[in-house]
């Protein structure tokens, strides 16, 4: 684009804001890093979800971290919402501009970077903006790499700190926001803050897991391990669910390197057909898997699959085969059902990415996502069990449905996402596309009995992700820890500027800090 049209364009953003938002003074070195482009201000509106719209004023692209804290300091005084984009992979809009409101999306990927890693310390400074795929890439040149994940990785280090960022590392390593030493933050009072457990802590683990409510992360300091060179991935198959979960509990449980697994995941199978899902292609295609020939006797018709892996170095090799072995024996699964693959590190953790050029390829990626995510108590998951994945789903799933459990004991209750009251909780994860109107509303409805299901029954599951749309359920959400969550919100960000997307708290543009508290 031209430079003349681009500067009146900029004007125009700059007026946009001064007339929509009321605010006199924007200063000046902010405007060359806001955009109005239709384009941008567009993509900025909608999520991968497909399921909520809210249009910015704006789009940043922010050059630092001081950049970020004169826009925020802009908004405090100006009365327009702030919201950080990570990667626009939230499902209802959580990092949307809350609709009908006025505020500017800052479009954190735009800038880029991975900082050095410090081998003798172990760790590597991220940009909040960057993604965790090139995080990995760049820590595997030193030899070393982080040891939590998310199933994928083009997601933004910010965007999964401020959730939680689980994977099947997580049952021993902790989910993402339990692997950071420090955090540069901004407050939604514009100030830059450095916070770690030792210094600003009430920050720290506000922000970790906190919907973005309390500061947008700009630095993260990321624990790093020595990367495995290979992935040892295997699969075997269940029909009765109390084996399955047998199984996938001793396992989480087991301690000591040499015996311990890196990765237990898990999924249900209700569908006929062939047991391969959009999230990897794992079976081979020349020797395809039909669940006919498998479920005969399967409980309700349903099968689960447990998945695991093994990382080692090559000079291993010669042992993993013994090592996975021994460790068959002990589980209870279908006999014969045992799949088996082995492939590079990196390719283990890209594993989702293949599976999204596919999908993209047939247009099947941009398309509405109604995701639910759960976390159940495991003295609850067989109800769970027989009411959702042998009831209320039926015979069609129309994507993954993903369950594994984790340790509680790995999770710091200071950091701000809650989770169910005991030692060990399942995620459950209903990962869905809708191809078409019928097929969403047919999908949101089953969600919502989900939800009313464990309601009923009183199985005391949390959302992962969570989506709500009153305070009252995000004070239900949060039970006795919904006092501090509002009293760090009142500490860090009081004019409630800041991701007003996740719909928590409302927006009140031009009140004060006192007025609102
Ligand atoms: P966005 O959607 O852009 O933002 C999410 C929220 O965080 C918003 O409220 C936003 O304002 C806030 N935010 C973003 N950046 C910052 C920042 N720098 N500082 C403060 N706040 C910020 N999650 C898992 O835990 N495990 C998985 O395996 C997993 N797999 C996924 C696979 C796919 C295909 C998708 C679409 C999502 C998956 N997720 C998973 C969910 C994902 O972690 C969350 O949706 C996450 O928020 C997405 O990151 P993002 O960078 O796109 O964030």
Known sequence: MKMAVRLVLLTFAICRLIVTVGFTVLPTELQS???????????????????????????????????????????????????ARGHGHSINGQ????????????????????GSVCEKGMYVDVWGGELWINVLKATLQYGLAPMSWTDYLYLSVGGTLSNAGISGQAFHHGPQISNVHQ???VTGKGEVLTCSEESNSELFHAVLGGLGQFGIITRARIALEPAPQRVRWIRVLYSNFAKFTKDQEYLISVEGNKERLDYIEGFVIVDEGLINNWRSSFFSPSNPVK??????????????????????????????????????????FIPASVFTTDLPYVDFLDRVHKAELKLRSKGLWEVPHPWLNLFVPKSRIVDFDKGVFKGILGNK??????????????????????????????????LRSALD????????????????????????????????????????????????????????????????????????PHANANAMQ
Not at 47 to 74: C, N, T, Y
């Open 291 to 332: 669940i006919s020939s498998l479920n005969k006797n399967a409980d309700g018709g349903v099968l689960y699959c447990l998945e695991f892996t093994k990382n080692y170095h090559q000079h291993q090799a010669d042992s993993i085969d013994q090592e996975i072995e021994a460790l068959l024996i002990k589980l209870d």
């Open 95 to 114: 990092g949307l501009i809350k609709r009908g409101t006025k505020g500017v999306v800052i479009d954190m990927g735009s800038k880029k970077g991975v």
């Open 183 to 185: 955090l540069d933050v």
């Open 437 to 508: 109107d019928e097929a969403l509303e047919y999908l949101s409805d089953q969600n919502r009995r989900i939800l009313k299901f464990c309601n009923d029954a009183e199985i005391n599951a949390k959302q992962y992700l969570p989506h709500y749309t009153t305070q009252q359920e995000w004070m239900d959400h949060f039970g006795d820890r919904w006092d501090q969550f509002y009293s760090r919100k009142m500490q860090f960000d009081p004019r409630r500027i800041l991701a007003t997307g996740q719909r928590i708290f409302e927006f009140h």
């Open 33 to 83: 890093q806001l955009s109005v482009d239709n384009s941008e201000v567009e993509a900025a509106s909608v999520d991968f979800g497909m399921l909520d719209k809210g249009e910015p004023l704006a789009v940043m692209h922010p050059g630092s971290a001081d950049d970020i804290a004169q826009l925020v300091r802009a908004a405090y005084e100006g009365g327009f919402s702030v919201s």
């Open 397 to 430: 799933t129309s994507g993954p449905i993903l369950i594994y459990p984790m340790n509680k004991d790995k999770w710091d209750q200071r950091n701000s996402v809650v989770t169910p009251e005991e030692d060990v909780f399942y995620l459950v994860a209903f």
